[in-house]
């Protein structure tokens, strides 16, 4: 069964970064496609970016476009989210999925972006 876990979340001033990790334990990782997705309080979850298997194609929500990168290193089973330029609208509880059956999440790592 594979897990993911997230890590990197903090606290941030705006404009500050943050790089976010997604570790998933088991060696189908490469396989699958990968995404990150936020939820802050009172709003549904969306996607932030996603990446596929082999990293061919990748996208960005449009509020992300130019100040987040998601990248991937399935030698170490780990993706991840840098985070740049960072505004207080991008506070939300981020998590990865993997686009394993149904999707596997992690269990999410908080960013809160306030002066």
């Known amino acids: 069964q594979v897990q993911l876990v997230e890590s990197g979340g903090g606290l941030v001033h705006p404009g500050g970064s943050l790089r976010l990790s997604c570790a998933a334990s088991?060696?189908?990782?490469?396989?699958?496609?990968v995404g990150w997705y936020r939820q802050a309080p009172g709003k549904q979850r969306e996607l932030v970016a996603a990446?596929?298997?082999?990293?061919?194609?990748?996208v960005y929500a449009d509020t992300v476009k130019g100040r987040f990168t998601i990248s991937r290193d399935n030698a170490q089973n780990t993706v991840y989210l840098e985070m740049s330029s960072l505004k207080p609208e991008d506070t939300a509880v981020y998590y990865c999925?993997?686009?394993?059956?149904?999707?596997?999440w992690g269990q999410g790592t908080q960013v809160t972006v306030t002066s």
């Open positions: 088991g060696s189908i990782f490469s396989a699958y496609s």
């Open positions: 999925k993997l686009d394993l059956g149904l999707g596997v």
């Open positions: 990446i596929t298997a082999r990293a061919g194609k990748i």
